[in-house]
């Protein structure tokens, strides 16, 4: 029995330290090799360019948003604008990044808005879908904050955080695909009409209605707020989606109306008078455009951000 | 909590601990909260109907032993029915009879509101009702005497690892090691963490990769046809049976740590070379408990064959009804009954097609064909089993076959959801797992066939499962699909 008890006290010991050495090299190699490869991180190694860079840290125009904005707006049509914006940043995380680039001393002049129809569905935007880009985020927020808001325990924020390869296999295995030219590196363009069905439901489940998200509303508040103490002037942007999509939304009577009446009303509360570029159905008839039912390809992106820009210049 | 969860990797290893430093007169108690607690995370009032189970069918148990006349032990055991499945009705299938009424008398133009219950379905209570059951019924038939330890029999209802999803145990089995005294072995230990290893790359590496095709399959049937769903159809068939057979080895593996021997619920189904077979090696507790509580009370197959041909059919169909209140549910059971009885009457026919075209020569191959039939069928039933309603399924039953591409690689990872590498992984994976299976089909256990290594390479690869579980597994605490039932 006592043997038995040291044996395996023994074996236990030297086998959690092989495992740790093994996990160890397996973390530092993933954030060697493939976390700088991560679109977030990219944008961040440009940021800190801008930062070193740039002598006034002045910036015309700062996008955020998700996707949309992402993917949709070619900031090198845009002068003197950067963008922020990440697939599936939600406004908890838009607020949190705005406040990293003032504490950064960046001075912005206008701050550029996501205002779509999915923005504030609780769908997309569920707490366990919060801060996914973990290692990048728990730079500046203290991981008490990220797991009080994505109702999760410490510990387990804890182990996500410092297990970096912890169900990152698959990345493991695409960037290599790609690595050997085996897969384009940005997927392939999808069938629009398909492709609506499915955004439709990540958005909105197949509800008619958009069930807000409580703590992403607050957060788009409190980022309306940030702005206005900071002196930041504030414009709002639809993005561009294919007719697919708006058919789509037909199909489920997708109340779209009291959903912006809603929103523009709590945005009156807080800032007042606002300027909204609507680009929701500019290209309904330019299937062309879209990479699927709802972000724009290359050619797409080229013709929206020089209509943003011919906007933006005549405010 | 679910078995893949933070909280359980906390949680067991301290169950474990306390279990083999306190005394062998208290451990039930530990295994008692420890139990009530792991069953508490998911809906703490719920610990009331198990509670509630277990005084009832304790008291019922003493009193069926003590009981002289028959008459008065048949009541007995008849209260203990009518509690048992009465709270299984009311939380699980209530709705759905009534619901089912109401389309009935709908077809006649009858309205009818139907009373519905806003209830959730309780985690297990499908399991730990049968085990309850089950108990009763052989202290009834006087195989067992009955516990007279009410904390030991409420443990024996309880017990954390098999307590949501099986394995259905025997009191016959279970009890008597809960009264045994359980020393630390280090044997034991290496062989429970073993079992638990192998049963969460089952879980998280297959199951949880493959359900995300499934899913996207399944939840818009209609969006696909030919071989998405052929696909989907048999990824389903790997991914219940990785969930399931993952669950209940990390819970034979989690109880062996403790000293608690559970059987074995999984026999490598699909290498059955029949559907018989097949029954024999899915689900061994349940189907051995509807042997042994409800086919052979029926009359088994001693008794006429249009009856037992009936037997079949009731026995499957109560097994559809066990895993759901839903129709598809009752459609897949009896879909297997059949299989069954047509298998039984056409089994002269069958051995004569085999002769003419000489494959009782063969019978490697024949062997081969068996099993790949018996997959297919097993599939189709899988489709009942999986469709989210009838229409569903019948859509996928009617368009398995349309618009089939030859060229699978029109395809891409994206189309079904997955991604290339996801896919990749989930297809080695499956090689790994079927590998392991045919060994041990050839009488090779992997575990026998890793401890004659040499340490370094046994070690070697139990690092490396534990590297490949934590690197590809999906980690978003995926309920096990069995809690459902």
Redesign the interface.
Known sequence: ?KE??I??LKEGIF?TA??MS??LI?NLAYLKFIEPQRLIQKRDAIYRQFLQNSANRELDLAFFGDSHPDGDVDTSYIKNSFLFAQGGQSYVETYYELKKVLNDKVKIKNIVLQLDLHTFSAIPRSE?KLFRELYYYSQFIGIKDIAKLRKE?L??IF?QEN?M??????????NA?IHLG??PPT??PKELS?NA??AY?AHFGLNPTIEISEQTFDYFLNTLRLAKENGINIIFVKYPLSKQYELETEKYNLDKEGYYDKVFAEIDKVIGEHAVFDGYGIYFDNPEYFWDSEHLNALGSEVFSKKLNEYFSSK | MSFNS??FL?FFPSVVAIYFIIPHKFRWVLLLISSYYFYMSWKPEYVILIMFSTLVDYILGIQIYKAKIPKAKKILLSISFLVNLGLLFTFKYFNFFSDSFRQALSLFSIPFNPLTLKVLLPVGISFYTFQSLGYIIDVYRAKIKPERHLGIFAVFISFFPQLVAGPIERAGNLLPQFLKKQ????QR?AAGLKIMLWGFFQKVVIADNLAVVVDKVY??VT?STGIPLILATVFFAFQIFCDFAGYSNIAIGAAKIMGIDLMTNFKRPYFASSIADFWRRWHISLMSWFKDYLYIPLGGNRVPLPRWYLNLMVVFIVSGLWHGASWTFVIWGALNGFYLVFEAATAKFKDGIAKRLMLDKFPKIQNIIQIGITFALVNIGWIFFRANSLSDAFYVVTHLFSNISLNIFNI???DIGL????L??ALSSLLIMESVHLMQERGRGIRQFLSAKPAAIR?SA??AA???I???????SAAFIYFQF
Do not use: H, P, R
Not at chain 1, 165 to 174: A, D, P, Q, V
Not at chain 2, 183 to 186: A, D, K, M, N, S
Not at chain 2, 419 to 422: E, L, P, Q, R, S
Not at chain 2, 470 to 476: A, H, Q, V, W, Y
């Open positions: 029995m038995n008890k044996k395996f086998f092989v495992f093994i996990a397996l366990d325990s510990l387990s182990f297990i390869f912890l169900g990152k296999g698959n990345e493991l295995i695409t695909l085996l897969i997927g392939s398909k069905k499915t439901a | 933070l909280q906390i020393y630390f072995g280090y230990l939840d818009n969006d891409s990872g994206d991604g290339w590498a996801g990749i992984i070690w139990y690092l534990i590297i490949l934590l690197m590809f597994g999906s980690f978003k």
